[in-house]
């Protein structure tokens, strides 16, 4: 649905293990964002990418890394997740270099054990 | 950075009344305002959105006004039905901080038939 999937949908794994979460367009956006949406905090960037290999820091960062060496792939890394991290996370693709509509992916549920 | 506060965090109406739901915003920089919808275990969808330039903006049922004096920003949904029934997100956003969307916290609306 609208070019931008993400894998896996869910998953469940243990306190310190990695977990890398894809994100993956066809529609050739610049911009690609990773949000976490938690009851009560709404949905906060973890981090976003304006180009290959151009990344940046959101407002919660910390325990996260990401990575994008290709125009439709955006990768988001817990190098050893925590119970802190469980959550749903979202995708996002900017649909404008100017501040335009933001289209979400179907989103991925992490539980960390 | 961008601060964005939502409120109230829960809505109930009776079909076919009105609903308000009111965002404040920190940043003078910020231009762009969007509101997005998110059915229980779906996305969030844009459903609106408002550019500075602008006062007001309807569609339908649903309209968005914006004072950027105030630094407020509200949604309004008229003759509500049982499938306005969602989480309700607003947003602000600005070309000077590299296209980061800030979201406030979200308000559940309940449409009571």
């Known amino acids: 649905d609208a070019g931008i999937t993400q894998s896996p949908r869910h998953k469940v794994t243990e306190t310190g293990t990695p977990v890398t979460l894809r994100c993956h367009q066809t529609?050739?956006?610049?911009?690609m964002y990773w949000y976490r949406q938690d009851p009560g905090h709404g949905l906060r960037l973890i981090h976003y990418?304006?180009?290959?290999?151009?990344?940046d820091k959101g407002e919660v960062s910390d325990g996260y890394s990401v990575s994008r060496s290709k125009t439709e792939d955006f990768l988001l890394t817990l190098e050893s997740a925590t119970s802190s991290q469980t959550s749903v996370y979202f995708c996002?693709?900017?649909?404008?270099?100017?501040?335009?509509?933001?289209?979400f992916g179907e989103g991925s549920r992490l539980t960390v054990l | 950075g961008e601060n964005v506060e939502q409120h109230p965090s829960t809505l109930s109406v009776q079909e076919g009344d009105s609903a308000v739901i009111k965002c404040t915003y920190s940043?003078?920089?910020?231009?762009?305002f969007p509101w997005y919808k998110q059915e229980l275990g779906k996305r969030p969808q844009l459903i609106i959105d408002?550019?500075?330039?602008?006062g007001e903006k309807k569609d339908q049922r649903i309209a968005v006004t914006l004072n950027k004096t105030a630094k407020h920003f509200s949604l309004h949904i008229t003759e509500t039905q049982p499938e306005d029934s969602a989480v309700y997100f607003c947003?602000?956003?600005?070309?000077?901080?590299?296209?980061?969307?800030?979201f406030g916290t979200g308000t559940s609306l309940t449409v009571i038939p």
């Open positions: 996002a693709i900017g649909t404008s270099d100017n501040t335009g509509e933001l289209f």
């Open positions: 529609e050739n956006h610049r911009y």
């Open positions: 990418s304006y180009g290959v290999k151009d990344t």
């Open positions: 940043d003078s920089a910020s231009n762009y």
């Open positions: 408002i550019r500075s330039n602008v």
């Open positions: 947003a602000a956003s600005s070309g000077n901080t590299g296209n980061q969307f800030y």
